[in-house]
């Protein structure tokens, strides 16, 4: 009886063992230095492909700070005259689309919106809608193998599916040339002396076509055998050149490759110079900085590819963030890259493909050259778990905000990610600092801070598809002792969409302590958790501004174009005098000397309408007051 006691109590204790090894793995230390590799997030990785489908406020609510517009094969034959492309996986049918309309939108309902649209380089647009295949007629319009057939222009389908038409249509019947001039005029319809009026400033950036690597699959009605690397890059070039001189503040991305494949090869051509072989994305980038060095024009801002990695299992999945600067990560889909030193080399598989890509660009265009990367197009390629589907898009967002990437528009959209581009896009701050975890693979922290580094938050993700971990951050370089913090946390997100707005949404809000500049917690599965810290020895005093005396006054409040200030003090004095933004980014500041006998006047007339707070420092403190422009 005592035997079998024991044997049933030590099986209870290894089953307690096993139960809690599953719930709760090992400790996960992280230490923060807001010190170290402060880097400038851009705000345009919280960007999707967009068609505006919601409802205004809805996009406000959840963060959406820059969107792809034009339907990606669909840009390549756009005729912005007549407001009408060539639909190539549907017929090669015409059908309206007006770039117009998507343009003015943003810049009148959208101003924290960069619109991301694209030049035709493939050599031909829609030209009318009188020549389409009769779909409806041929089968109520239903989707089959087929739909790829060549039929416009009165070609003639072939019944037993397939890409291939029995008769091609004529393409003569549905497009016209469309030269480098015309598709770079659309610039001076947009924004020249009689066009629309748009501010260029919120259309800087724009793809040089879409997927061009890959025209003979996608656009066999135009180019049925794929032009050399060469030939495009002369077009390429001829394009990039008239653009800058119609816009010289224009970002151009290029060369919008397919997927990893495309990556490191043109079709199966290759690309020797000089003895030397060159991957295709290494030979773009080379062909432009010879061109750099002969003219002294950059002809590309972003090294823009697309993505749709391939995994195994879900945890591979989890582990996707790594393709793009992690040199020891054996990615499963690694294809294109066993081409990239001429031959075939099976044993190669770490792609790290934005690393290759910035010593490429050092290669070509020296030390500081300012051209950043982007994924304009992108997929999870996950199981349909929101959580994990969150978790995979968090740690995407968070490898790009530390390592400075320009944009990033999703494709692919699932449930999860609107809770997750919102979380982000509100609550990360403008810069990111140095953060390193002992269980990097599995629990990773992304911390970011404002430009004072008096506000920072540090978003930890749990990869960990079935156990919790506790965990312990070590903050350097930023004071936050004995203080309460507050967390959100996205975690078992159900499978119907949860985000309705900034109010209504899955966010779980809790506290945890701060003590000693430290902080532990337990994080669960399948989670991401923001923590959001504010510095105990903060000097501007923004966060805390209704707390403090009235030290200065300011006046008209609310003003539309001179902003008066008075001190209270008697002491003539200098002063520091700065104008933060509601997110705590600085906008301005001068140094200016107090007279006690005159108020001091701010020309605000360049603000737009809303909320802002000035900050007058002295030697011996910061005084900091709310004020409002209207307009």
């Given at each position: 009886m005592n035997i079998q006691l024991s044997v049933n109590s030590l099986l209870f204790i290894l089953l307690c063992c096993v139960l809690f090894n599953t719930t709760q793995a090992q400790d996960v230390n992280i230490t923060v230095d807001a010190n170290s590799n402060k880097k400038k997030v851009s705000p345009y990785i919280y960007g999707r492909n967009e068609s505006f489908?919601?409802?205004?406020?809805?996009?406000?609510?959840?963060?959406?700070?820059?969107?792809?517009?034009?339907?990606?094969?669909?840009?390549?034959?756009?005729?912005?005259?007549?407001?009408?492309?060539?639909?190539?996986?549907?017929?090669?049918?015409?059908?309206?689309?007006?770039?117009?309309?998507?343009?003015?939108?943003?810049?009148?309902?959208?101003?924290?919106?960069?619109g991301m649209f694209a030049f035709q380089l493939l050599g031909r647009a829609a030209s009318n809608q009188n020549n389409n295949f009769n779909d409806w007629a041929y089968n109520h319009s239903q989707y089959w193998s087929g739909v790829g057939q060549n039929l416009?222009?009165?070609?003639?389908?072939?019944?037993?599916?397939?890409?291939?038409?029995?008769?091609?249509?004529?393409?003569d019947l549905f497009s016209v040339p469309w030269p480098a001039?015309?598709?770079?005029?659309?610039?001076?319809?947009?924004?020249?002396?009689?066009?629309?009026?748009?501010?260029?400033?919120?259309?800087?950036?724009?793809?040089?076509?879409?997927?061009?690597?890959?025209?003979n699959g996608t656009h066999d009605w135009a180019?049925?055998?794929?032009?050399?690397?060469?030939?495009?890059?002369?077009?390429?070039?001829?394009?990039?050149?008239?653009?800058k001189a119609l816009y010289p503040g224009i970002k151009l991305c290029g060369p919008v490759t397919t997927s990893e494949w495309q990556w490191y090869k043109w079709s199966n051509e290759s690309i020797y110079i000089n003895g030397r072989y060159y991957p295709w994305i290494e030979y773009f980038i080379k062909r432009l900085g010879d061109e750099y060095k002969a003219t002294g024009i950059k002809l590309v801002d972003v090294i823009d590819i697309?993505?749709?990695?391939?995994?195994?299992?879900?945890?591979?999945?989890?582990?996707?963030?790594?393709?793009?600067?992690?040199?020891?990560?054996?990615?499963p889909g690694a294809n294109g890259i066993k081409t990239s030193t001429g031959g075939w080399d099976a044993s190669l598989s770490k792609e790290y493909i934005f690393k290759r890509i910035?010593?490429?660009?050092?290669?070509?265009?020296?030390?500081?050259?300012?051209?950043?990367?982007?994924?304009?197009?992108w997929g999870t390629m996950t199981s349909s778990n929101p959580s994990l589907e969150s978790v995979v898009y968090a740690s995407h967002l968070g490898t790009f905000a530390n390592n400075g990437v320009e944009l990033f528009s999703p494709w692919n959209w699932s449930?999860?990610?609107?809770?997750?581009?919102?979380?982000?896009?509100?609550?990360?701050?403008?810069y990111?600092?140095?953060?390193?975890?002992?269980?990097?693979?599995?629990?990773?922290?992304?911390?970011?801070?404002?430009?004072?580094?008096?506000?920072?938050?540090?978003?930890?993700?749990?990869?960990?598809?079935?156990?919790?971990?506790?965990?312990?951050?070590?903050?350097?370089?930023?004071?936050?002792?004995?203080?309460?913090?507050?967390?959100?946390?996205?975690?078992?997100?159900?499978?119907?969409?949860?985000?309705?707005?900034?109010t209504d949404n899955a966010l779980k809000s809790s506290s945890i302590g701060v003590n000693s500049n430290s902080f532990s917690f337990t994080v669960p599965a399948l989670s991401t958790t923001a923590v959001l810290l504010k510095s105990t020895s903060s000097v501007t005093g923004i966060t805390d501004y209704k707390h403090q005396k009235d030290g200065i006054e300011i006046f008209p409040n609310p003003s539309r174009d001179i902003l008066k200030i008075r001190l209270n003090s008697s002491v003539a004095q200098p002063l520091e005098l700065a104008i933060f933004d509601q997110t705590g980014r600085k906008i301005r500041s001068s140094f200016v000397n107090y007279d006690v006998n005159t108020a001091l006047s701010i020309n605000v007339s360049a603000l737009s309408s809303g909320i802002y707070f000035l900050s007058v420092k002295n030697p011996h403190q910061t005084f900091t007051k709310e004020f409002s422009i209207v307009r």
């Open positions: 489908d919601n409802s205004d406020q809805f996009y406000k609510d959840a963060g959406l700070r820059f969107a792809r517009v034009g339907g990606g094969n669909n840009m390549s034959a756009y005729n912005w005259r007549k407001k009408i492309t060539v639909h190539p996986d549907w017929y090669n049918n015409v059908y309206g689309t007006d770039w117009d309309i998507y343009a003015q939108k943003i810049n009148t309902v959208f101003p924290n919106i960069q416009a222009g009165g070609g003639t389908p072939n019944p037993s599916g397939g890409s291939k038409a029995l008769v091609d249509g004529n393409i001039d015309s598709s770079v005029a659309i610039l001076n319809h947009w924004f020249g002396a009689n066009g629309l009026g748009l501010n260029k400033n919120q259309f800087a950036y724009w793809n040089m076509d879409n997927e061009v690597d890959v025209w180019i049925p055998t794929l032009i050399s690397a060469s030939a495009f890059m002369d077009r390429y070039i001829e394009l990039a050149k008239k653009a697309h993505n749709y990695p391939y995994y195994n299992n879900d945890n591979e999945a989890l582990q996707g963030h790594r393709i793009y600067y992690d040199t020891t990560y054996v990615y910035n010593n490429w660009l050092n290669e070509e265009f020296g030390a500081n050259h300012g051209i950043t990367t982007g994924v304009s197009e449930i999860g990610m609107w809770e997750t581009l919102h979380l982000f896009s509100r609550y990360a701050k403008g990111s600092v140095s953060c390193t975890s002992s269980a990097e693979n599995t629990v990773s922290a992304y911390t970011t801070v404002n430009e004072n580094a008096d506000s920072m938050t540090v978003m930890i993700v749990n990869r960990d598809i079935s156990a919790a971990h506790k965990v312990t951050v070590n903050l350097n370089g930023f004071s936050a002792n004995n203080v309460n913090c507050t967390t959100l946390q996205l975690s078992s997100l159900p499978s119907t969409e949860t985000f309705k707005s900034h």
